[in-house]
């Protein structure tokens, strides 16, 4: 069976008064025609319908699927494969068979010294998450305020509102995706109009819970305290789903929504990466720059979210002002020290070749440093073009020695 996240009380409340008048119906007139019996379910009277869409999506087109058999087949799949695949964290195994999991997991040292837990699905779940985000998700807009996992959004449009601002805040979610619940993610399901049991089986596919044996293993027994451990066990968004970006950016709507009207108030500037927060004004939030933080972690709570308070940044003109690794004093940039740095790394590529700078041993060397040029170009096209007029200079064929 699918997990239940819906009124299930007035549910069966409601069937139960039906299924009676329709009783009454059926041994007062000869006419009835309806059979009730003791499997009578609410959908034998009423079948299922999809609403529409709140007035503020109405311009959007998503999936109709009203019934669980039209969910299979939009997936491609068949409705026993369907149950299989949004079953609650595992197939309920037969006698004397082992329940067979749909999520491996890989766990990460964060900076911090805490854990971060990777579930990564396996291949028919994953596939069928990556159409419920091409074909669905993906056409339903998150808010403006949110530029992390959005098409023509990046780290540049997150940080350039904030460029040439008296005071810059930053602060920094904790376990964003996990502490978006099944239930927030069932409610946005509901209301974008589906059906409670496709409601039910669409969460299913795109939330999970870690079995306990899992967070009790050696390789996480001692990385993970008591609350992780709790946040993992409840069903989830899941670090690894490809689903999980654009459920988590949707579920923060209301989040961004009072983040966003608190800015205003204070004549402010709002804009969210993921789980960076990003604050900035002039004169007016100068003089409330100590009590944001505070605002914003109530907000943040009362929302099912929480701040890492060490991680909070109050930067006034005097420091630089970085925003998810973007310089924004005067315009969103690229730091010095580091595009010194990696033009001391290309420089070394060309001279000594490129084995003797891979010292973090990458598997892809070349890629690696494409990537950092690339975003070098993004951020200053002046100093980015000179980097990549170096990279295109290295000999990568040359068999040259580590150092």
């Known amino acids: 069976?699918?997990?239940?996240?819906?009124?299930?009380?007035?549910?069966?409340?409601?069937?139960?008064?039906?299924?009676?008048?329709?009783?009454?119906?059926?041994?007062?007139?000869?006419?009835?025609?309806?059979?009730?019996?003791?499997?009578?379910?609410?959908?034998?009277?009423?079948?299922?319908?999809?609403?529409?869409?709140?007035?503020?999506?109405?311009?959007?087109?998503?999936?109709?699927?009203?019934?669980?058999?039209?969910?299979?087949?939009?997936?491609?799949?068949?409705?026993?494969?369907?149950?299989?695949?949004?079953?609650?964290?595992?197939?309920?195994?037969?006698?004397?068979?082992?329940?067979?999991?749909?999520?491996?997991?890989?766990?990460?040292?964060?900076?911090?010294?805490?854990?971060?837990?990777?579930?990564?699905?396996?291949?028919?779940?994953?596939?069928?998450?990556r159409k419920v985000l091409r074909d669905l998700l993906d056409r339903v807009p998150p808010h403006e305020a949110a530029h992390g996992f959005r098409r023509g959004r990046s780290i540049v449009s997150f940080a350039a509102p904030h460029a040439d601002r008296d005071v810059v805040i930053r602060l920094d979610l904790a376990d964003f995706f996990v502490s978006v619940s099944a239930a927030?993610?069932?409610?946005?399901?509901?209301?974008?109009?589906?059906?409670?049991?496709?409601?039910?089986?669409?969460?299913?596919?795109?939330?999970?819970?870690?079995?306990?044996?899992?967070?009790?293993?050696?390789?996480?027994?001692?990385?993970?305290?008591?609350?992780?451990?709790?946040?993992?066990?409840?069903?989830?968004?899941?670090?690894?789903a490809a689903t999980s970006p654009a459920l988590a950016n949707?579920?923060?709507?209301?989040?961004d929504t009072r983040l966003a009207a608190l800015a205003r108030s204070l004549d402010a500037r709002y804009t969210r990466y993921a789980d960076d927060l990003a604050f900035s004004g002039g004169a007016t939030l100068v003089r409330s720059a100590e009590r944001v933080p505070v605002l914003v972690a109530a907000i943040a709570f009362e929302e099912g979210f929480a701040v890492q308070p060490r991680k909070t940044r109050v930067m006034r003109r005097g420091v630089r002002q970085r925003l998810a690794g973007v310089v924004v004093n005067r315009h969103a940039n690229l730091a010095r020290d580091e595009f010194d740095t990696l033009k001391a790394?290309?420089?070394?590529?060309?001279?000594?070749?490129?084995?003797?700078?891979?010292r973090d041993a990458h598997a892809d060397f070349r890629a690696h440093l494409a990537g950092r040029v690339a975003h070098a170009r993004m951020l200053n096209a002046a100093r980015g073009m000179k980097l990549q007029a170096i990279f295109d200079r290295i000999a990568w064929d040359r068999d040259a020695q580590p150092a």
């Open 345 to 358: 790394i290309l420089t070394n590529c060309v001279r000594c070749g490129p084995m003797s700078q891979n």
């Open 184 to 240: 927030r993610v069932h409610a946005l399901f509901r209301t974008l109009g589906y059906p409670l049991e496709v409601t039910r089986a669409l969460t299913a596919l795109c939330t999970n819970r870690v079995p306990s044996a899992r967070l009790f293993a050696p390789d996480l027994r001692e990385r993970l305290d008591w609350p992780a451990r709790q946040r993992y066990r409840n069903r989830h968004l899941p670090q690894g």
């Open 1 to 129: 069976m699918f997990p239940d996240y819906g009124a299930t009380p007035w549910m069966r409340s409601t069937t139960r008064c039906i299924a009676r008048a329709n009783l009454r119906t059926a041994q007062g007139s000869s006419r009835s025609t309806m059979h009730v019996g003791p499997s009578f379910r609410l959908h034998h009277v009423m079948e299922p319908v999809q609403l529409p869409l709140p007035k503020p999506l109405a311009g959007i087109r998503i999936p109709l699927l009203p019934t669980l058999r039209d969910l299979a087949a939009w997936l491609g799949t068949s409705d026993a494969d369907l149950e299989w695949l949004a079953d609650r964290w595992r197939v309920t195994p037969h006698a004397g068979s082992t329940p067979l999991h749909h999520y491996t997991y890989r766990a990460f040292d964060k900076r911090d010294g805490s854990c971060r837990l990777v579930e990564i699905p396996k291949g028919r779940l994953r596939e069928a998450q």
């Open 250 to 255: 949707l579920c923060a709507f209301r989040l």
